[in-house]
Nanobody
Framework: QVALVESGGGLVQAGGSLRLSCAAS????????MRWYRQAPGKQRELVAV???????NYADSVKGRFTISRDNARNMVSLQMNNLKPEDTAVYYC??????????????WGQGTQVTVSS
């Protein structure tokens, strides 16, 4: 079993910043790709940012230049620094991580989500 626990969501005015963090714990031999997704009310979940174990990074076009994803492999953590937030960034943000357990079996794991609300 692997647990992903997100933190750092909240309410912020447009133009403000928030930093989301996600800590992984449990039966983890290795963490491969880590991602942040978001889901706004009435919309499908969308991929926001990706970081591989080798450090390759990609962003959704809507957040490029404003969001920065990073990871701390020693602490099994991934973060998302969000600057210049816009009302359209309002959503529940989810952490996702591809892991190998102690037997080398792969799993895709999800956090419980953290609410980000940006007021205009």
């Amino acid at each position: 079993q692997v647990a992903l626990v997100e933190s750092g969501g909240g309410l912020v005015q447009a133009g403000g910043s928030l930093r989301l963090s996600c800590a992984a714990s449990g039966n983890i031999l290795r963490i491969n790709t880590m991602r942040w997704y978001r889901q706004a009310p009435g919309k499908q979940r969308e991929l926001v940012a990706v970081i591989t174990s080798g450090g390759s990074i990609n962003y959704a076009d809507s957040v490029k230049g404003r969001f920065t994803i990073s990871r701390d492999n020693a602490r099994n953590m991934v973060s998302l620094q969000m600057n210049n937030l816009k009302p359209e960034d309002t959503a529940v943000y989810y952490c996702n991580a591809d892991t190998l357990n102690g037997l080398g079996v792969p799993h895709s794991n999800w956090g419980q989500g953290t609410q980000v609300t940006v007021s205009s």
